[in-house]
């Protein structure tokens, strides 16, 4: 009779040695509850369906990190949970296009130009700003620093530059407006 290994013994077992077979087991054991608790998440099984592969795509490249401190169910439902509710508040920020399929994009200049005047009316309306106010939104946006590496840079707190940052952009929102 063969012997069920828990999961915490098939990462050990198998992961260094055969990745492949051991990805394959957790899996197939828990790919429907993941499923099910994505689409009790996001109440769409399209969806529900593509955070699971790519929770499972996480899971995979993040597997040899896993330091047995939890039982693994615990900890892909921790990464499970975490990334449901990422894309989730991510979704509520970015507003979503449905793309005609028949449409001919290449003809259609129209999308780029107005795109490059907004681009052109920012920059200007940031021409406006201190240079300090600039500096701020030019590091996060531009460069894509981190908070915490524009308050380290600037000797503040992480929430002094997520408040300039978030006055810095009012500022811009309000010449933009004015322009």
Not at 9 to 15: D, G, H
Not at 63 to 90: M, P, V
Request: proline letters at 2%; aromatic letters at 12%.
């Amino acid at each position: 009779m063969k012997r069920y290994l828990s999961d915490e013994e098939t990462i050990r077992s198998l992961f260094p040695q055969q990745p492949a077979q051991c990805l394959e087991i957790l899996y197939s054991r828990y790919a429907s509850k993941v499923y099910q608790h994505c689409l009790k998440m996001t109440n769409h099984s399209q969806q529900a369906e593509d955070f699971t592969h790519d929770i499972f795509l996480r899971v995979f490249t993040v597997l040899g990190s896993f330091e047995h401190r939890a039982k693994f169910s615990t900890w892909l439902y921790s990464i499970s949970f975490n990334y449901c509710l990422d894309q989730l508040r991510l979704s509520k920020r970015l507003t979503v296009v449905p793309i005609d399929l028949n449409h001919s994009w290449q003809s259609d200049d129209s999308w780029e130009l107005s795109y490059k005047e907004v681009a052109q009316q920012v920059k200007k309306a940031m021409g406006h700003l201190s240079a300090m106010d600039r500096t701020f939104l030019e590091l996060k946006y531009e460069e894509g620093l981190s908070l915490e590496q524009i308050a380290q840079q600037y000797n503040l707190t992480p929430g002094a530059v997520k408040m300039r940052l978030s006055r810095s952009r009012q500022r811009v929102k309000s010449i933009y407006m004015l322009l």
